[in-house]
């Protein structure tokens, strides 16, 4: 059943409690969907900074989960950070 998120980071953070384990599962599920959702429409739109704002939230429950969307997700925040730079080494 791990074969697209790995429980070993969360266990370990949660000390084996399944109490909390189980709490942090039902978070991800209700909240990961939605804010994916977000992303993908602030991504689409280009707004930069709900981009950024809502890849920071995920970022470290993609990371207790250990989900391989993590480096993809931390390009994504940092997104607007590059296309600053890109806009401040333009020519005027």
Known sequence: MEENY???RLKE????????ILAL?????EE?????IILKNAVESGNFIQTY??????K??????ELDVLDKLVEVQDWE???K????SLPN
């Open 81 to 83: 950070n590059k296309k």
């Open 13 to 20: 953070l949660a000390d084996n409690d399944e109490d909390f």
């Open 25 to 29: 599962a039902k978070t991800f599920l």
């Open 6 to 8: 790995k429980l070993h």
């Open 53 to 58: 704002q809502t890849a920071h939230k995920m």
């Open 32 to 36: 990961v969907p939605a804010d994916a």
């Open 85 to 88: 730079k890109v806009k401040m």
């Open 60 to 65: 470290p429950t993609i990371d207790v989960f």
